[in-house]
């Protein structure tokens, strides 16, 4: 906004005869303040001091355009759809030396039609009247979101397909938008059994700009239609092994329907023991998740096949002294049972003799009530308790000739006893010498196979009836001066014997 100029510039050929020294101008700078004619002087000095002073106006113009800067800008639409821009907003720091006088835009209005980018164009006109333009855009924005309105109070009846489509007209109750609506949707579109009782729904409004504003309402929705019940013709369980068993309703369950879901399944009894044992007549109920019910009969058969627990304990048992004993299943049986009850125990043998003893491998079978059959093992062991009866008889033996006699515990026996029979016999002394002369007391002890004895004492009378061997010799005796002479038997008894020793020897004259 400055112009300089020089004396030279204004100098029109000013002269003089011995030659010009200086030009000087009165004014040589100015500004945008100095537009026009201005009024200077042009001092002329001579190389001798002399100078003259004249007159030249010096007019000063400004031609430059100012400097125009714009800006983008984002403008958004009202609630009816309209925006305005001015220039200010567009102009972003446009310039000029000697200041701008206006500015202009090409375009300030905008509408729905306008959303999107506007070129526009700005105009800057400076004091001086020199015009620039620029280019710019102008985006329209759309932000408003639709005005969504929703009917309410809706109720709504499932039908047999248990589907019932929802459309937008159903739930849009005078939706609208400040630049139009482009669609309009509801969530969920169809109503099924998974809605029963208050769903909301969801109208979805979206403008032509894309604004999207959503909106809920409740939707009551009934079922009332009810299930039909179908069991099975008839179904057959099992006591368990506590003589009960517990049914689960579906298992009754042949092909019940309902138009949306059986929520639960009722039976009158579902617990059964021993004593409903066969047909049993119950009421099977199919309930919707509506509340709706219906209801049929079907039969429960119900068996036992479970067979008794068979406990037994191993006895023994003593024969009596007839050799015989007798047991009962009560004895063999440790508290078997069953799931119901027990019919009958029997056993495999019940009666033992002697030629049991010991232990013997039998059977209890065990039958309940509904034919169910087991069978346990057991050990009876037969026993002889009873000892046998001793009876010996007194004996009289000889000593032979060596001086000894034997008796035999056979010998002794006379009428002994035993249930089972005797196995030994046994006597405590069967030898007998010189010393045992006279009356001896003998035991004899009988043993049977069980290895009970019993003893009795007898008397063993020793008699010695074997007369000595008498060996005499010869001898010859000498009549002394007295005219005798004594002899002796051991001078005559020589080599005399007997078995148990000779007590005395005798001579007719000594």
């Keep these: 906004g400055t112009v300089s100029v020089t004396a030279a510039m204004v100098n029109n050929g000013s002269t003089d005869a011995c030659g010009i020294a200086s030009l000087s101008l009165s004014n040589t700078s100015f500004t945008c303040v100095n537009i026009g004619a201005n009024a200077v002087t042009l001092t002329v000095t001579d190389v001798n001091g002399n100078s003259r002073i004249g007159s030249a ?51 300030t209005s905008f509408t729905c039609a306008n959303v999107g980018a506007n070129a526009v164009t700005l105009t800057v006109t400076d004091v001086n009247g020199n015009v620039r333009t620029g280019g710019a855009t102008i985006t329209v924005l759309d932000t408003i979101k639709p005005t969504v309105n929703v009917t309410t109070g809706i109720v709504l009846y499932l039908n047999a397909s248990a589907n019932i489509p929802i459309t937008t007209a159903m739930i849009n109750n005078g939706s609208s938008d400040n630049c139009g609506i482009a669609s309009m949707s509801v969530s969920p579109s169809t109503i099924n059994c998974s809605h029963i009782g208050i769903t909301p729904v969801t109208l979805t409004v979206t403008d032509v700009n894309g604004n999207i504003q959503t909106r809920t309402t409740d939707v009551v929705v009934f079922d009332p239609i009810a299930p039909v019940a179908r069991p099975k013709a008839g179904v057959t369980v099992y006591l368990n092994a506590n003589g009960s068993v517990v049914i689960n309703p579906s298992i009754l369950d042949s092909a019940s329907t309902d138009n949306c879901t059986i929520t639960s399944r009722v039976i009158s009894q579902s617990t059964f ?15 919707d998740q509506s509340g709706n019910a219906n209801a049929a009969n079907v039969i429960v058969t119900v068996l036992d096949s479970i067979k008794p627990l068979v406990v037994t304990q191993n006895i023994s048992v003593n024969l009596n002294s007839a050799g015989s004993a007798s047991i009962t299943a009560a004895q063999i049986n440790n508290g078997s049972s069953d799931n119901c009850s027990i019919s009958s125990l029997v056993l495999s043998k019940s009666t033992f003799s002697c030629a049991d003893l010991g232990a013997n491998n039998i059977t209890l079978t065990v039958t309940d009530a509904n034919g169910n059959v087991a069978v346990g093992n057991a050990i009876v062991t037969v026993v002889d308790v009873t000892s046998p009866v001793a009876r010996p008889r007194n004996l009289t033996v000889y000593l032979n000739a060596s001086g000894a006699a034997t008796i035999t ?4 026996d006379s009428a002994s006893t035993d249930n089972c029979g005797i196995a030994s016999r046994a006597i405590n002394t069967n030898l007998f010498t010189c010393a045992n002369r006279g009356s001896n007391t003998v035991i004899l002890t009988v043993t049977d196979a069980a290895n009970n004895s019993h003893s009795a004492n007898f008397t063993v009378t020793v008699l ?47």
Excluded at 57 to 86: E, F, H, M, W
Excluded at 409 to 412: G, N, W
Excluded at 464 to 491: K, L, M
């Design 273 to 287: 023991n021993c004593s409903n044992l066969g047909n049993n007549t119950i009421s099977y109920t199919v309930q």
């Design 464 to 510: 010695d009836t074997i007369r000595p061997i008498v060996a005499a010799q010869n001898i010859t005796a000498y009549i002394g001066t007295t005219g005798s002479v004594s002899i002796t038997a051991a001078q005559v008894t020589a080599s005399s014997s007997d078995n148990c020793g000779i007590a005395s020897a005798v001579i007719s004259k000594s």
């Design 409 to 412: 515990a056979v010998m002794a």
């Design 57 to 107: 106006t010096i007019t000063v113009l400004d031609t430059i355009t100012p400097v125009v800067n714009t800006q983008n800008v984002t403008v958004y639409l009202n609630a009816a759809g309209t925006a305005s821009a001015t220039a200010a907003m567009v102009n972003n720091g446009s310039t000029d030396a000697c200041g701008i006088a206006s500015m202009s835009l090409s375009t």
